[in-house]
C-alpha cells in the first residue's frame, strides 16, 4: 500500500487532504503538533480521520520527524505558522517553524537513506506581493510596497511608475516575481525556494502549490489571524461588523477547499507536475465588501462591514491568480462558486461555535503600529 505522509494533516487543508488520501486507498499518516491557537485545548479534532494515523509531534523535532518520515512514499508538507499580521512580531516563530521546520524536512531527506516518490509543498500567494497591474498607456507592470504617503491621502489604488495614471490588475502568473509584504510571505517562499533547489539537487521531485485565500469548512472561527472569510463569518455570527481596511474595493482570489483538495491529488499523481510552481486560486477577483455582503446574506443578517478608510501596513490591493498553467499541464480547473462555498461553508458554522476575537487582534496590531 502506498504511504503518504501530510504534516500539518489535522489542521484545515490537511485534514480534508488527509480524509480524500484515505478514500482514494493511501495509508496515510498525520504528524501534527495541535497549535492550541488552531485546536484549542490542543486536542485532536472531532473530524480527525479515524483511519489515518495520529502521531503527535513538531517540525522543529529533528528526530521525531525523522521517524515519522521514514518509510513514507509521498510527503505534504502543509505545517506551518499561519497569519500575516502577526508574522509581522512573532518574526522568530514564524521563520523557525516555517524555515527551520522545512529545513529539517530536506536535511533528513538528503542525510539519510529514506528515498520518497515526490514532495509536495504548501507556498502561498502571499509571496507575490501586488499582483501585476496594466496601464493603458504604458502596459503591464509589477509595482512594489505602497507609498504610505498616498495612502494617508486615501488615494488606494496603484498607480503606474511611467506615467502616474491608475492602472488595473490583471492575472498573476507563476512567472511573476515575488515581493514580499510580510515574514510570513518571505517564509513562505524560502519554504518554496528550499524545497524546489533541494529537489532538483537530490533528484527529488518537488512541487510547490502556491495557495490563494482558502476557505469552508474546519477553519477556525476562534482565530482572528485565519482568513478573511472566517473571520468575517464570525464576527457576523456574533452580530458585528466585519471590519475592513481602506474602502472595501481591493481584490482577493477566493478557492473552496474541496478544489484545493483537488490540486493536490492531481500534482501527486502527475509526473508533469515534478518540479514545477503552481498557482492554486479561482482566477476570479472579488472585493471585500462583496465578500462581506455575501457572507451577511447567506446567515441571514442586514450586517454591513466597518469601512475604516485605513491602511493597514503590508496589505496589498489587488491580486488574483493566473490560472492557465495548471490547467494547461495537469487539466485542474476549480469547479466551485463562491455562492455555493459560502452555503456550505455556512452550513457547517450553524454546528460550530465562533467566539469572535478580532478586537483583541486589532488593538494588538494597532499597539504595535500596523494600522
Known amino acids: ?31 501534527d503538533n495541535l497549535e492550541p491557537q488552531v485546536h484549542p485545548g490542543g486536542r485532536i479534532p472531532d473530524y480527525f480521520n479515524k483511519k489515518a ?19 513514507q512514499d509521498y510527503i505534504f508538507h502543509f505545517a506551518g505558522r499561519v497569519g500575516v499580521a502577526q508574522s509581522q512580531y512573532e518574526i522568530k516563530k514564524y521563520t523557525d517553524v516555517n524555515v527551520g521546520g522545512t529545513a529539517n524536512l530536506l536535511d533528513i531527506l538528503v542525510n539519510t537513506k529514506i528515498k520518497i516518490k515526490k514532495l509536495i509543498i504548501a507556498a502561498s500567494m502571499s509571496s507575490y506581493g501586488e499582483g501585476v497591474y496594466k496601464c493603458p498607456k504604458c502596459g ?20 503606474c511608475p511611467d506615467c502616474l495614471s491608475f492602472a488595473k490588475p490583471v492575472p498573476t502568473p507563476e512567472s511573476a516575481g515575488q515581493n514580499c509584504n510580510s515574514i510570513y510571505a518571505l517564509t513562505k517562499k524560502v519554504q518554496e525556494d528550499m524545497g524546489t533547489m533541494i529537489g532538483k539537487t537530490y533528484n527529488i521531485p518537488t512541487t510547490a502549490l502556491r495557495f490563494f485565500n482558502v476557505y469552508g469548512p474546519r477553519q477556525s472561527l476562534s482565530n482572528p489571524y485565519t482568513g478573511v472569510v472566517a473571520i468575517f463569518l464570525s464576527r457576523i455570527k456574533n452580530d458585528r461588523s466585519p471590519v475592513i481596511f481602506e ?12 478544489d484545493v483538495i483537488r490540486a493536490c491529488i492531481s500534482v501527486m499523481t502527475s509526473s508533469s507536475a515534478n518540479y514545477e510552481v503552481f498557482n492554486v486560486g479561482n482566477g476570479k477577483p472579488l472585493t471585500l465588501i462583496e465578500v462581506s455582503e455575501k457572507i451577511a446574506k447567506s446567515c441571514g443578517k442586514n450586517i454591513k462591514p466597518e469601512i475604516t478608510n485605513k491602511f493597514r501596513k503590508g496589505d496589498v490591493r489587488h491580486c488574483y491568480a493566473d490560472m492557465s498553467k495548471i490547467k494547461g499541464m495537469i487539466g485542474f480547473k476549480p469547479k466551485v462558486s463562491f455562492k455555493d462555498g459560502i452555503r456550505k461553508l455556512i452550513d457547517w458554522s450553524k454546528e460550530v461555535k465562533a467566539i469572535d476575537r478580532y478586537e483583541r487582534a486589532r488593538k494588538e496590531m494597532k499597539s504595535r503600529g500596523l494600522v
Open 53 to 71: 494515523k495520529f502521531v503527535y509531534g513538531d517540525v522543529l523535532d529533528y528526530k521525531a520527524l525523522r521517524k515519522v518520515v521514514k518509510g
Open 1 to 31: 500500500m502506498t504511504r503518504v505522509l501530510v504534516t500539518g494533516g489535522a489542521g484545515f487543508i490537511g485534514s480534508f487532504l488527509t480524509d480524500s488520501l484515505v478514500e482514494k486507498g493511501y495509508k496515510v499518516t498525520v504528524f
Open 140 to 159: 503591464e507592470f509589477r509595482p512594489g510596497l505602497r507609498n504610505i504617503k498616498q495612502c494617508e491621502k486615501k488615494k488606494w489604488e496603484i498607480m
Open 247 to 258: 474602502d472595501g474595493v481591493q481584490t482577493r482570489d477566493f478557492i473552496y477547499v474541496d
